[in-house]
């Protein structure tokens, strides 16, 4: 089995700065591309950014240039450094990773991290 946690979330003041960390844990062979997502309250989860095997990153509209995904693939890790952050960034942060067991994939989420931001 296949565990993903969370961490680095909080309560931070507008303007501030939070970085997040997932590790991923388990019977890995590799891991294609990771994500963060987030949810609002009563709202849909929704992509903030995505980062592939290679490096290659994606991110959501609303942060491009705030925030930075990256990944450790040695140690099974990602993470996403958010900058500049605003109240409309506050919700639960996910880690979503797509894990090779077996030469299949399988679609793996974590617990999540609430992230507050006070305007």
């Known amino acids: 089995q296949v565990q993903l946690v969370e961490s680095g979330g909080g309560l931070v003041q507008a303007g501030g700065s939070l970085r997040l960390s997932c590790v991923a844990s388990g019977t890995i062979s590799s891991i294609n591309a990771m994500g963060w997502y987030c949810q609002a309250p009563g709202k849909q989860r929704d992509l903030v950014a995505t980062?592939?095997?290679?490096?290659?990153?994606n991110y959501a509209d609303s942060v491009k240039g705030r925030f930075t995904i990256s990944r450790d693939n040695a140690k099974n890790m990602m993470y996403l450094q958010m900058n500049s952050l605003k109240p409309e960034d506050a919700g639960v942060y996910y880690c979503?990773?797509?894990?090779?067991?077996?030469?299949?994939?399988?679609?793996?989420w974590g617990q999540g991290t609430q992230v507050t931001v006070s305007s």
């Open positions: 980062i592939g095997s290679d490096g290659s990153t």
């Open positions: 979503q990773a797509n894990v090779v067991m077996n030469a299949r994939t399988y679609r793996y």
